[in-house]
């Protein structure tokens, strides 16, 4: 049997045992899900599937195994590196299972399925006094399911951690069918191997998370923002240090250039400082308690703000500061950060990193990278930016101003290729919180320690023998 008629006969099995709202072979419905956001990615799949329950996932999978077809799971569809643009695979979208099955302030555990967006899991918490922490500028597409299997970091990991650090257990769709049912809301079970665990970072290459069970935190009575502006990398780590208190949550680095892009290209921003400065950083604390208002005005967050940054000030780390005085003007300092992404799309071509190394090796990193970037395309204009207090940049690297785009996206394997030496030099990640999918594969395998591909190869030849659960994704068996 031919592989054309061995698919047509999975995906006529596959119509006949679905109701037709499941899914669709029309191109109109089904192009949007072939577009990744950032356009590097386009993909082609016979048919999207679009299922509206773990049964139907795990009978969906099961006809795939029988005909030994590939499946790719997709969430959101934000992802950064590929894993989620199908080629040729049948797509399994899990948008429609975006139900919140229970919710508990006295275990403050949330149970979500797979689809629900991270923005609603974080308003549900809300909704019974809690708070889910996970916060990144795609919250509102993202999905649980696609947070957990890349396992999204964002700007809360300083205090709370990644996406993996926040779950309790899933309940996931193995690639023959079965059901793993993880969902749990025991902070201790020490009742053998943790194999809810398998599935986080697993970029759906070892099966299709269909719920998770979320850890909930107290909710904050007040958050104090500020941004401050200064002139090194070196000033904004010392200043990291000494912001270092329980109520830290957020510490962000924006570069001069990003600031001027976002300021210049997206409406309604502006740059909170009469003077630029090289680079700024963006801290939030947040505080639970007695506090005058939901600003804080006036309360404990304004003076630990006030004091750090006074001291800050006297030891010569920043060159100015503002302090958000209510949360419109909180909500605007934030968004400067959350469009950096976005306004780099008026700056050319950009070559992306998303690279971590030891906080304390940061101002190194930045000299390197930069060196290592004009050394291989002279002009170019890095604009390093994003989570300082993990030691996670997103060291994106624009074109020169008059180079042509194409020839310099051509540069794309020279220029990574110099970043992540530096990255691994210092003893960091090449993949700080996107994941691997296609982007990165070629470069895991040849730069991660033998024994750990060995490892990752013999578990996905154990929990998905044909190799049908995202096969392009992450690793080669
Ligand atoms: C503007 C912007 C800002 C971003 N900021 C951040 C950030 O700060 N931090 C961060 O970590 N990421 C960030 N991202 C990347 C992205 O949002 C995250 O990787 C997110 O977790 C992906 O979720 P998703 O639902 O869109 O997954 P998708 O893009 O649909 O899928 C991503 C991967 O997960 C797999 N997958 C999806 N759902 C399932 C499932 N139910 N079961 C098994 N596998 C599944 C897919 O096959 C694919 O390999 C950003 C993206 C954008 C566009």
């Not at 499941?22 to 990744?36: M, Q, T």
């Not at 809300?126 to 399911?145: D, H, V």
Request: glycine content about 8%.
């Amino acid at each position: 049997m031919s592989l054309d008629k061995n698919l047509a006969n999975c995906i006529n099995a596959l119509k006949s045992a679905l109701p037709a709202k499941s899914y669709s072979e029309d191109a109109d419905v089904i192009a949007p899900y072939l577009r990744e956001w950032r356009d590097k990615y386009f993909g082609q799949t016979p048919l999207l599937l679009l299922p509206a329950s773990t049964d139907e996932v795990s009978q969906m999978v099961k006809i795939c195994a029988q005909h030994k077809i590939s499946l790719m799971p997709q969430g959101g569809n934000t992802g950064l590196v590929g894993g989620n643009t199908p080629q040729g695979e049948i797509l399994i979208n899990l948008k429609r299972m975006n139900a919140v099955r229970a919710a508990s302030a006295d275990d403050n555990v949330l149970i979500a399925e797979a689809g629900l967006t991270l923005i609603e899991a974080q308003q549900a918490a809300g909704k019974i006094g809690r708070k889910f922490p996970l916060s990144l500028a795609s919250e509102g597409s993202c999905t649980i399911g696609g947070n957990l299997s890349t396992n999204a970091g964002g700007v809360h990991v300083i205090k709370y951690g990644t996406a993996k650090e926040l779950c309790l257990g899933v309940e996931a769709v193995l690639p023959n069918g079965d059901i793993h049912h993880g969902l749990s809301s025991l902070k201790k079970d020490n009742t053998g191997y943790d194999l809810s665990r398998l599935f986080l970072g697993a970029e759906g290459t070892l099966g299709i998370i269909t719920a998770a069970s979320l850890k909930l935190f107290p909710k904050p009575s007040s958050v104090q923002r500020a941004m401050a502006g200064l002139n090194s990398v070196t000033h904004a780590l010392a200043l990291l240090n000494l912001a270092q208190n329980p109520a830290l949550t957020m510490f962000e680095i924006i570069p001069r250039i990003g600031l001027d892009l976002v300021t210049t290209h997206i409406p309604n921003m502006r740059n909170p400082f009469p003077q630029n400065h090289d680079w700024y950083v963006l801290i939030d604390w947040e505080f639970y308690g007695q506090e005058k208002d939901s600003s804080d005005q006036g309360g404990q967050g304004e003076q630990t703000a006030q004091n750090l940054l006074m001291q800050a000030a006297e030891a010569g780390l920043i060159e100015d500061a503002v302090l958000a005085q209510n949360e419109s003007q909180a909500a605007n300092l934030l968004a400067l950060r959350e469009h950096m992404s976005a306004a780099q799309k008026f700056n050319g071509g950009s070559i992306k990193h998303d690279v971590s190394v030891p906080v304390a090796r940061l101002p190194e990193f930045f000299d390197l990278a930069d060196k290592a970037s004009q050394d291989c395309i002279a002009g170019c204009r890095p604009v390093g930016f994003g989570h300082l207090g993990d030691g996670n940049i997103h060291y994106n690297v624009a074109q020169p101003e008059h180079m042509d785009t194409e020839a310099f996206l051509a540069r794309w394997d020279d220029l990574t290729e110099a970043i992540h030496d530096v990255v691994c030099d210092l003893g960091g990640s090449i993949s700080a919180e996107h994941g691997i999918g296609i982007m990165k594969k070629e470069d895991l395998a040849r730069r991660a320690d033998p024994v750990k591909i060995a490892l990752m190869r013999s578990l996905k030849q154990t929990l998905d023998p044909q190799n049908i659960m995202n096969p392009r994704v992450m690793i080669d068996i």
